[in-house]
């Protein structure tokens, strides 16, 4: 199932202040995101807690995205990417 992805201004803004590479390891990601086949191999995850109605996927090794799927769960609105900090 293909994902309609939204993002918001924060998460343009972060990607922006990224290395060129990683913006486009960030986008790269985003694009496998999109075909819902790919999550198991992303570890998409809900997160827990207090942050329990968000979820998440890794860029790389130190780099997240999180995220809120819609209801109807063939969209998603990109929220933050950047380090563990991202959870605060």
């Given at each position: 199932m293909k994902?309609?992805?939204?993002?918001?201004?924060?998460?343009?803004?972060?990607?922006?202040?990224?290395?060129?590479?990683?913006?486009?390891?960030?986008?790269?990601?985003?694009?496998?995101?999109?075909?819902?086949n790919n999550?198991?191999?992303?570890?998409?995850?809900?997160?827990?807690?207090?942050?329990?109605?968000?979820?998440?996927?890794?860029?790389?090794?130190?780099?997240?995205?999180?995220?809120?799927?819609?209801?109807?769960?063939?969209?998603?609105?990109?929220?933050?990417?950047?380090?563990?900090?991202?959870?605060?």
């Amino acid at each position: 199932m293909k994902i309609k992805v939204f993002y918001t201004k924060k998460f343009i803004k972060q990607v922006s202040k990224l290395e060129k590479n990683l913006q486009k390891d960030v986008y790269g990601k985003v694009s496998e995101f999109q075909n819902s086949n790919n999550h198991k191999r992303l570890e998409v995850h809900k997160l827990k807690n207090d942050l329990k109605k968000f979820y998440s996927f890794s860029v790389n090794y130190k780099i997240r995205i999180r995220f809120i799927f819609e209801k109807d769960r063939k969209s998603a609105t990109l929220l933050q990417v950047g380090d563990r900090g991202i959870y605060k």
